[in-house]
DNA sequence: ACCTGAACACCGTTCAAGT
DNA sequence: ACCTGAACACCGTTCAAGT
């Protein structure tokens, strides 16, 4: 009964048990419908008790998308450290990128979704920031050691970021048809954005 | 008294009326928030008469994004159609798709968004997938005349429809901001993509 | 055929009290 | 400091009636 950390449910920690169950019935329905009341119900508390921690459903929102970005950005950079030359780093980069996104569809909807976006909360433009720097910093490092064509970074870092948003966003939603769209379009894709950043010279053969 | 077509509104359209303010709506919040009671009330009906026309909100936000995928395709397929040679028409192509999400945010992400995507409406996902076939079209047609890269079209299109989807979004987010993204990022991106595309040859200098 | 009014179940949010 | 119970305003949706 003296134990500080025991029993950290029903009391206590009823911030986190809320951010937890948040994410665990957005796995569930694939989207952020869930209501607060359900969440107090599976958290065993009454239905008032989430805004003593949250003003408002939004704000929960707006907590998890920042989680969101924080566990793309340690993707990335994990997917990234491995390969030695940029030009290696790049396509993990971008896979690791997409997965994450399929993985979890209703978070990385959350995440630049207009619930978010329009939020009072800077660091949320600022956290989906950092993931356009991290790509950024690649292609700028990239250039320097000559894997990629030289020419504006940010315009590079622009057609990658997009680029990985719209692949990721399509596979979301299931557009991405084989029978249409071929056999593993992120691939392709990536492949005709690859070519756009190579040097002529270094260019894939035809 | 007689006449047919006077009075439409509160009688008769009740149907295209609610479409209308749905969209009217859609224009003033940004999203899709709005309520069938609200657009009931503008109508000058009860709460209950939209369900004559459409079975739940699903269905009627199905409807507007039916519509929406119409005018994207009719957007494009305008844009590209006074340039001479496919190199000329993507670049219009690709500022009148981006054009599009920006200037109806709110109906753009509906589109694509997960409220659709899983609906029974196999008609959403063949519509959605016309926009892909026009890119496709147009990529194949430049293939052919030389003016693209020889390479499976399917990726290339798959690149370019990302690309597009991925900037739209971006931008439609507020995440294009130009301190850190370069002034022109659309254009910027859209150059990178290009020399992804175009033949080694016919490539722009650097 | 199309619309109305009342009714149901359920939300988000608030607030005065409880421990 | 943290949680409860009742209460408010508002939804989506249904249905028996109205015209």
Chains 1, 2 share one sequence.
Request: aromatic share 8%; glycine share 8%; charged share 20%.
């Amino acid at each position: 009964m003296t134990e500080p950390t025991a029993r950290a449910y029903h009391h206590g920690d009823l911030r986190r048990t809320v951010i937890d169950t948040a994410f665990e019935m957005m796995g569930e329905t694939g989207d952020w419908q869930f209501t607060l009341r359900e969440i107090a119900r599976r958290s065993g508390v009454s239905h008032a008790a989430p805004y003593k921690h949250f003003p408002d459903k939004a704000s929960l929102l707006a907590e998890l998308a920042m989680i969101g970005f924080d566990r793309l950005g340690q993707a990335l950079t994990e997917a990234a450290s491995a390969p030695a030359v940029p030009r290696d780093k790049l396509l993990p980069m971008s896979r690791a990128y997409v997965d994450f996104g399929t993985r979890n569809p209703a978070l990385y909807r959350l995440m630049f979704g207009a619930e978010t976006s329009g939020a009072p909360d800077v660091h949320l433009g600022e956290r989906a920031l950092a993931t356009f720097a991290i790509v950024l910093d690649l292609l700028t490092l990239g250039q320097e050691v000559g894997d990629f064509r030289s020419r504006a970074v940010r315009d590079q870092a622009a057609a990658c970021w997009a680029l990985f948003h719209g692949m990721t966003l399509l596979a979301i939603d299931g557009l991405l048809i084989p029978e249409k769209v071929g056999a593993n379009p992120l691939e392709g894709a990536l492949q005709v954005l690859l070519e756009g950043l190579s040097r002529a010279d270094t260019a894939g053969s035809d």
